[in-house]
């Protein structure tokens, strides 16, 4: 893609960006509220707290990355919601022009990668992010870079490249921890890939494998040897045990509550009118969460330290999952539906869309038309997967990793978004082998050329 390409799409990323800025209420709440005040601390030099009086002990209950990245345009302009807005907006612009480069690594064709480029800026659910202090925005982005850094070692199995997709996704740990894990599965992909090439190809991969999990390793001891220092808290995957217990939990629901749950994952706006009272629109607060809320309140009130809390939790979740194996395989499945509900656009769920099309069938059209769409995009995504050859099987490694993960851990719509880029790019992949019918030849021509550049 050309510079003036680029520009083009920066210019209509931040267009999308500036109409939810315009049309949303530009509120923090609940873990928004969390998230600014921790950068907002950072930024007055409290370190990670969310105390807004001292004393200001660090949290280490929540990843790092996010609110440091925050602190520092807050120390300059001052913290305000308008100036996570304006940092958010240019990571879903770089978001969008990186997206441009996977598809052009992937189908080797400068129009595709414009088009898939246009179509990740103008995305609603992204461009809608942006306008909330959630990590949403910059973990794509980090996710993107790190893909499309990956993507890059594997061509000629590049050690310089590897290291720096290994800071890149160490900075993505660092955001959320729910990646960890996946470096090292990528690593052991490229191994894979060029294993029936020639001997010095083989070790070179296996090089590049090592070079790219070590480097992401980096940011996190790095991190990790600062904290100790600083006698703070700190893991690499805050409240895994706490996520899981909320996820094992559903194996316990009774049958009344297995249909609740149900009618909850297809619609949070269609279960709460079928159940009234139970706060289904709700996530924090909501009747499937409120249990682990209350649970972790009550062992606090009793003196318990996070880490005895930490095992409390743990034995409790391994209980769980040990006398339910089968309901918590089986609830996998609204798991999946909900964690690919990623579409739905958040500000269709604000107060004033509420007011406007909240006694119509128009609102709970949309939300419906948006749900939807989310399982095409997915069934897409595995059809740009199969036609998209070696290039092709990162990006599908990555999306496959999320949704695995989270059949595993409690998910919610907006876990997705990360990978969102990831489905429209697969998604457009697979609609152009529809389209235009390239012979293998030709196809096999344009990835040698990307290759090569």
Partial sequence: MSRRADAVVVLLALLAATFFWLTTERVNRNDASLYFQLAKNVAEGHG??????PPHNWVGSREPLYPLMLGIPFRVFGASIGTVFVVQA????????????????????????????VVVAVFPTLANYTVYT??????????????????????????????????????????RGVVLPLPVLLAGLLVVLAWRMPTAARMAAVRSAVVLVAFTALPIVTWSLYTARANADFSATPRAWQNLYVRASKAALTADEMKMYAVYCLSESLADRMFPGNNLRSVGEGYFYRGASEKLVAMRAHGMTPAQIEDRVRDETLALIAAHPIAYAATSVFEFVKFNSFFQVPLLNE?????????????????????????????LTLVGAYVSGRAGLIVAAVVLYFNGVHLVLDSIGRYAVPVAPLYLLLSLVAVRALVVRETAVERKANLVAVEAR
Avoid: D, N
């Fill in 48 to 53: 990670l707290s969310s105390m807004k009086e």
């Fill in 90 to 117: 240019l990571l879903h612009a770089l978001t969008a022009v990186l997206a441009g480069r996977i598809v052009l690594q992937i189908a080797g064709s400068a129009r595709a990668a414009m088009v898939g480029a």
């Fill in 134 to 175: 959630m990590r949403e925005t910059a973990f794509t982005f980090l996710v993107t870079l790190a893909t499309v850094l990956t993507m890059a070692v594997m061509p000629r199995a590049r050690v310089l490249v590897a290291a720096v997709a290994g800071l890149a996704w160490g900075a993505a740990i660092l955001c």
């Fill in 351 to 379: 107060a004033p869309a509420e007011v406007r099309y909240g006694g119509t069938a128009i609102l709970l059209g949309l939300r419906g038309v948006f749900k939807v769409a989310g399982f095409v995009l997915f069934a």
